[in-house]
């Protein structure tokens, strides 16, 4: 925090080692490529995961080689496992929505972007930045350790799905295959990735509380900073609630308590406390489990996907060359869906055993998300209608954005009241559900954010071509994975089940899974496409203007790539909203928000342009 | 016109278009108008630290909401057996009850800029702060003498969780207050907003553990 004064330009001077600069670093830009990193790395972890699930799926009993060699333990012979195939579900799951969904999104672009876009220099608190980042590194180390340390019992890992439910997980590797020291650290790893994601949201709190610059009124700020904010807010408020009851369930398993584990159990054989391996638990709640559990896994699916949602009105309105349509609509709708997220957890559990009464409570407030989920959607909508829209990959990602999550929140009105989920819980159309909506949607988001604000982070242009051919393989791939899993739902295909050989009503659904097989293989295929657009790009793109878009907001008012201390010590001041594209008598059809005045000769008069 | 078009606060129309003339009211600080134009190194910002500190007591009381529905979920259940409340944990409920009010003490002298008298009353702030802690320690062996014990069963889980997971928080206000009187002890007087800013942010922390095992302690005395 020290530098040289200058009449007025202050200026961090940029660190110079190695370690300094790019391992252990205190700027902003740095961790966030950081976060962005371990998102790449893990999602490709987690897709390797999703590919042998649909494998085994569609040619159960097959011989995979390279299985058996990798892991004779789990695929004898190259055949895998039941047990392999669960711990797979388990690991694709909390991979992809821990170190996936939740890193990429807020972590990695709102790092890089929020103190931008707010025109400040850096978060509030550079150490607890850099530490945030490396404490969810070790998460993602011992999550990864699970894979290998329950390697002896046939698994990859914990059985028990990303939501871990007692008593299963509760008991210890008296339960079965995976759940002794893989589920410990399966939950230590949750326990780890829950203190750096707090460390984080604090620092965006108070970075975007009180590092704004001179004339960024909130009503001002990007659509991007609001969700990242509300994100903020959100891990703020549920990630304490699974850090407590992670610990209680790691206590139950390390020291015997009974918190999540009913009396009279009897599992493998053996009743509780007849067997040293099995000590006596008494009076525990399996369902507490679930209620702290949703109470923060609801809130963690709009952790997910409200920086996607950010990012997606952010581009949309780029490149329709149109302001966002209800600016501030959109930002109480983020509001909303947030504060409504923490009401909702009960629609998870309307099978576990729940008052019908309570059942008809958690449907009206999970409908009511409904409300602000539609404003956004027409908002996106009123943004696009009429623009001269700019067909670019990030653009068509946006795009692609809205269409996910109307399709996948579509079956979220039905999931969500409790007369029809009983039927489809638990069966392929929540699978369907989610990866539409939380898991696919927030990628577009962030495939979206990669193609608009690489010029900026790098220096060079995405290929477009390689993007176009990017969106459009895995736009139609992802329909084509997940509108069949509603159909499966449907007929009444279960969930984490790794065969359905003995399921005869079953067998016609064999084209459709066959079909989502091989739309995933191809569109995993394409992704490796987009990672080598990355690499390329990198080295090879065109070199990117400080503005390539003809964008308004305060990142493209700095130098490409922005320097250490982003704005080059003189902060910048902002006189209007984010998104005045198309102002009528403006020169050119974008003002910046650091535009004081727009040259024009005033057509109309003093009537004010609003919508 | 050319002026805002997207939504903000009406703003003074000005011939030419463009926007206001003068930077927006607000830009800084939780309450938006605090922009004092930064000039020459970042400068220690006290609405910062504040923020992040009610941030963190935010998550700190939401940890422990959430551990206590659990509890009073489970002490709807059958195999519930209330425990007797330690006499030691009623010691400690008037130890750190009277440390909160020394803390107050302290703070006020300080600002009155009676140091040594505030070290002072500090310096007992943190004595009863690790006497509190004592006693907690002392409750659970009051605890096992009555054979009840951890793992005996969710009521007695509760007992030693509570007051451990709750003196663990409190270790972090005593190390804050063993900084703050090492800073005051140590004269490091080249910066006495920031000793100031210290002890506020120390005895907000203080308050809220302070609140919590109030909390605690009726819930586990009341609540079984």
Known sequence: MSGEIHEGVHRHPAPTSFIRKYIFSLDHKVIGIQYILLALAAVLVGMIMSLLMRMNLSWPGTNWPILGTLFPGGAPNGVMNPEFYLSLVTMHGTIMVFFVLTTAPQGGFGNYFLPIQIGAEDMAFPVLNMLSFWVTFVGFIVILAAIFFSGAESTVGPIGGWTGYAPLSALGAIAGPGQGMGMNLWIISIAIFCVGSLLGALNFITTLLNMRTRGMSLMRMPLTCWAWFTTAVLALLSFPVLLGGGILLLLDRLAGTSFFIPSGLYVSGVLTGTNPNFPLHTGGSPILWQHLFWFFGHPEVYIAILPGMGATSHVLATFARKPVFGYRAMVFAIFAIGLLGFFVWGHHMFISGMSPYSAVAFSILTLAIGVPSAVKTFNWIGTLWGGRIRFTSAMLFAIGFVSLFVAGGISGLILGQSSLDLPVHDTYIVTGHFHLVMGVASIFGMFAATYFWFPKMFGRMLDERMGQIHFWITFIGVYAIFIPFHVMGLVGMPRRFSSFDEYEFLNSLDPLVLLASVAAIVTIAVQFLFYFNLVWSIFKGKRASDNPWEATTLEWTTATPPPHDNFAGILPTVYRGPYEFAVPGAPNDFVMQTEAEAEVASGNGHERHRH | ?224
């Open chain 2, 1 to 224: 016109m050319a002026t805002s078009v997207t939504g903000t606060k009406p703003v003074p129309q000005r011939v030419g278009g463009g926007g206001p003339g003068f930077p927006g009211p607000n830009g800084k600080g939780p309450r938006g108008n605090g922009w004092k134009g930064r000039k020459g190194p970042r400068r220690l910002s006290p609405a910062a630290y504040r923020i992040t500190m009610w941030v963190v007591l935010a998550a700190i009381v939401m940890m422990f909401a959430a551990l206590s529905s659990a509890y009073i979920i489970l002490s709807s259940g059958e195999q519930w057996q209330p425990v007797r409340m330690p006499r030691m944990f009623i010691l400690s409920t008037g130890i750190i009850l009277g440390s909160s009010f020394v803390l107050e003490f302290a703070k006020r002298s300080l600002k009155q800029g009676r140091s040594s008298h505030s070290l002072r009353l500090l310096s007992v702030t943190l004595l009863l702060g690790l006497s509190f802690i004592a006693c907690q320690l002392m409750g659970w062996r009051e605890l096992a003498s009555q054979g009840v014990y951890f793992a005996s069963h969710p009521h007695s889980s509760f007992f030693y969780f509570f007051t451990g997971v709750h003196g663990v928080h409190l270790l972090g206000g005593i190390a804050g207050l063993g900084y703050l009187l090492l800073r005051m002890r140590l004269r490091l007087q080249l910066n006495p907003e920031r000793t100031e800013i210290t002890a506020q942010l120390v005895s907000l922390y203080w308050h809220t553990m302070d609140a919590l095992w109030i909390w605690l302690f009726l819930l586990l005395l009341i609540w079984k």
